[in-house]
């Protein structure tokens, strides 16, 4: 089994890439597990799967490829994908001087020093999970995902992670609509894999996004989501995710994009700190003792 080490610059806020990727891991195709990130592959016809995990002691990240390919110009390219995929060549020290004294941004840049933006392995299956994320939470698309991966992809011998996420072609004519995916939603994800399939949509630059809004259904959101995960631009920016628009002070996107101005060209990684500190908020609720409530019976106070 090829193993590669795969340096970065330190330092490397790996829980949170880690804890980002369990949640939308789609099931059957990707694991997170512990410090270890599984999936399965696709080269040139060679099925098989990858794991990344950290090097202890080292600012490096070792990636094992369990695929039987014909040559070393396929597991150059895998390797390529992985360094993408986990932002490995990302600057932290860079990036926190230009986002680390705002004031929105900092106390989170702090408690999480070289946090990444997470890529993707396949540009268009990250489209699709972002069409199946929009309007409902991050566990429900997660579960959808699951069942568009175990209805129409590519079942592989062995455990754990089964089945290659399906292509466009096989997408382009899916009835969605039988694993419970609206009728709306349905159509947009046929009319991606239709032009992915096509060569109306290709993920080789700005024009990407243009081509991508011109399918219906898609908007700016999970045009600027794509262009931020799959297409790895730093500056791109979801203004109209309400998440953000929360942390921002519940302001609303046409202001979210007037204040996203001052951490540009960064803007990626400001998302994912606003993300990473709402759910950090989050958190701190769950382990908040509830709050003492006081109730007044005849002059007297109880506790509870």
Aim: glycine share 8%.
């Amino acid at each position: 089994m090829p193993q590669f080490r795969i340096a970065y610059r330190p330092p490397y806020d790996w829980d949170a890439i880690m804890s980002f990727l369990a949640v939308r891991a789609t099931p059957g195709v990707e694991q997170v597990t512990g410090d270890r990130y599984l999936r399965t592959i696709s080269m040139h016809g060679r099925c098989g799967r990858l794991t990344v995990e950290p090097l202890a002691e080292e600012a490096a990240l070792r990636l094992n490829v369990d695929v039987d390919l014909d040559n070393s110009l396929d597991l150059e390219a895998i390797v390529e994908r992985v360094r993408l995929m986990f932002d490995v060549d990302a600057d932290p020290v860079v990036i926190g001087q230009a986002l680390g004294r705002d004031p929105l941004l900092g106390a989170t840049l702090t408690a999480h020093p070289g946090i990444r933006t997470p890529g993707a392995w396949d540009p268009f299956e990250l489209s699709v999970r972002a069409i199946l994320g929009q309007q409902v939470s991050v566990a429900a698309a997660t579960t959808i995902a699951g069942r568009v991966a175990g209805r129409w992809g590519t079942p592989l011998d062995g455990e754990p992670a089964s089945v290659l996420f399906p292509t466009a072609d096989q997408l382009a004519a899916a009835p969605f609509e039988e694993v419970g995916i609206i009728r709306t939603r349905a159509a947009t994800l046929r009319a991606l894999a239709g032009a992915v399939r096509d060569g109306r949509v290709r993920y080789d630059g700005a024009s990407t996004i243009d081509s991508l809004r011109a399918i219906p259904g898609i908007g700016d959101w999970t045009a600027q989501y794509i262009a931020m995960r799959a297409l790895k631009t730093s500056d791109a920016f979801p203004s109209g995710d309400l998440v953000l628009r929360k942390m921002a002070g519940d302001c609303s996107a046409r202001d979210l994009d007037r204040l996203s101005e001052r951490w540009r060209p960064w803007r990626a990684y400001a998302v994912m700190l606003l993300w990473q500190a709402a759910r950090d908020r989050d958190a701190e609720a769950r382990t908040r003792p509830p709050a003492k409530r006081t109730l007044r019976r005849a002059g007297k106070s109880l506790v509870r």
